[in-house]
């Protein structure tokens, strides 16, 4: 392990990387910034961990990179001091553990199970549908331009490294709807509407892109007139569902081999 430390908060590479806490510079960047050892994990076995940045009178912290960096010893270490790790952090508690890591990338050719979600603004529910996403087997995620940004802090602990396995990408919807129909993909709004078609009643498809809309207002009228087929979850009580509960529950209904 490297015994250089950086000290000062002011160092060029600290500064360089900071940047990287505001989404103009992610979206200019194929990296970004994660923190704690289970998410550096997770980067580590995506082999997205591009370098760590510890806290180096922590030996708890120093100690937890050995296993980070287990099978891939050639990830380089960085030791720090107090101000110039908390440069990096975006949490209001000490950070002890930071990790430069790359963005999944995306392969259009590839994608035939895509969740698409339409300003959906809650941190928590972005990455609560990465991580539902990535586990029932979509190839991919688009945000639309108000949603949460998927880099977010808060984003990133909400998808628990599902971020890692799974490509995020920023499109305006109705462009991203258009792609879909020019590949043959079918589109799915989930929406309560006077004809939509209950979840219980969709065969499975073999691909799909499902919308999901804004956790108020749900989608837009323009966004369900756009897709091929509108569905919606049937209940018992209660007219909806939370964003992301809705589209979990979709998401396991149409992954494959159900």
């Given amino acids: 392990m490297n015994e250089e430390v950086i000290a000062s908060a ?5 500064k360089t990387l900071a940047r990287l806490l505001l989404k103009k510079y992610r979206d200019e960047s194929d990296y970004f910034l994660a923190e704690g050892a289970h998410m550096l994990q997770e980067a580590s076995q995506a082999g997205l961990l591009k370098a760590i940045f510890v806290l180096w009178e922590d030996q708890e912290a120093r100690s ?6 287990e099978n891939h010893p050639e990830i380089p270490v960085i030791n720090c001091s107090k ?3 908390g440069k990096l952090s975006s949490l209001k508690s000490e950070s002890r553990l930071i990790g430069l890591c790359q963005k999944v990338q995306f392969d259009a050719k590839s994608a035939s199970r895509i969740l698409m979600l339409e300003n959906v603004q809650d941190p928590g529910n972005v990455g609560t549908l990465i991580r539902s996403a990535y586990s029932f087997g979509a190839d991919c995620v688009v945000l639309s331009e108000g949603c949460a940004d998927g880099y977010n802090p808060k984003v990133l602990q909400a998808t628990q490294g599902a971020l890692f396995y799974i490509p995020l990408i920023s499109k305006e919807i109705h462009k991203a709807i258009s792609s879909c129909k ?12 006077h004809d939509s078609i209950a979840l219980s009643k969709v065969e499975h498809p073999e691909k799909f892109a499902l919308l999901i809309g804004n956790e108020g207002q749900g989608l837009t009228k323009e966004t369900i007139e756009s897709a091929d087929y509108v569905i919606h979850i049937e209940m018992s009580a209660f007219e909806s569902l ?11 209904q149409f992954q494959p081999g159900l």
């Fill in 83 to 85: 101000s110039a790790l």
């Fill in 10 to 14: 002011s160092n060029q590479t600290i």
């Fill in 64 to 69: 937890s990179i050995l296993q980070v960096i």
């Fill in 182 to 193: 020019d590949h043959d993909i079918p589109v799915f709004a989930a929406a309560l509407h």
């Fill in 242 to 252: 939370n964003a992301a509960i809705a589209g979990s529950i979709i998401l396991y």
